[in-house]
């Protein structure tokens, strides 16, 4: 008797490749489980570039391995990268941070203040001591409803020599800060000061722990809003810059 052909049927030659094929999927989505928690990450070719600053920001000293942080010498690269990058038009700030090393973070800041490209920040859950410099280093700040922002005086950890000079020393540190919060949003220096060295507000420390819509009534912040909102300013802003860039062509073609 004659089998009949089944048009379905896979080749001999084919079954080990589709089996081949199947367990690489499987042990790439193993991997994708254990380092990011999830099983499927979306691949989408975008001209935005994300930039996430999360848990502490690491400095010059390395934080224990408890801790969640955000390397500034991991951070700075993708900077220029994104900076050099012909297809990245804008960049997005996600910041979910408690702070840290003061200089790495205004070294952050003054990256993402200096680039050519339209720039957003949006701050989810908390935006705390050094992250407000890099939350209003961008074009336009956003800050999600339910967040918050600290703002305290500069601390120093480990070996304090107790001189003037190491007084002075914080002061003007202090006063890095204060000068690029306030020329990069519409708050001004006395009424951050006055912010960091409230008492009473913070069990223990001296500062202010600022809700969003206060945020947005004093100037720290542009905006409050989500990430659909972000990245709607964002497009703007993009628009915007193509549009002038067609405009001073035209310009200079009729000159």
Do not use: W
Not at 173 to 186: A, E, G, L, P, T
């Amino acid at each position: 008797m004659n089998e009949e052909l089944n048009p379905n049927a896979e080749s001999p030659e084919v079954a080990p490749d589709r089996a081949i094929a199947d367990e690489l999927k499987k042990k790439n989505m193993l991997q994708t489980l254990q380092s990011l928690g999830q099983t499927n990450v979306p691949q989408l070719e975008s001209n935005i570039f994300c930039l996430q600053i999360i848990g502490q920001i690491e400095g010059h000293m390395v934080m224990s391995p408890q801790n969640k942080t955000t390397k500034y010498e991991h951070v700075i690269p993708q900077i220029v990268a994104a900076e050099q990058n012909p297809k990245i038009e804008g960049v997005v700030l996600i910041l979910n941070t408690v702070g840290g090393d003061v200089e790495a973070g205004l070294a952050i800041a003054e990256m993402i203040a200096t680039m050519s490209k339209p720039t957003v920040s949006i701050v989810l859950g908390g935006g705390h001591s050094i992250g407000v410099p890099i939350a209003v280093s961008t074009c336009t700040s956003f800050i999600a409803e339910s967040a918050t922002m600290t703002i305290h005086p500069v601390r120093l950890t480990g070996l304090v020599i107790g001189v003037p000079q190491t007084f002075e020393y914080l002061e003007r540190m202090q006063d890095r800060v204060i000068h690029f919060i306030s020329s990069h949003s519409r708050v001004t220096e006395e009424k951050l000061r006055d912010l960091m060295f409230r008492t009473g507000e913070l069990a223990r420390d001296i500062g202010t722990n600022v809700v969003a819509k206060d945020a947005v009534e004093m100037g720290l912040i542009d905006k409050v809003g989500g990430i659909s909102s972000a990245l709607q300013e964002l497009d703007r802003l993009i628009q915007e810059k193509k549009e002038s860039i067609s405009s001073d062509s035209m310009d200079y073609l009729t000159i």
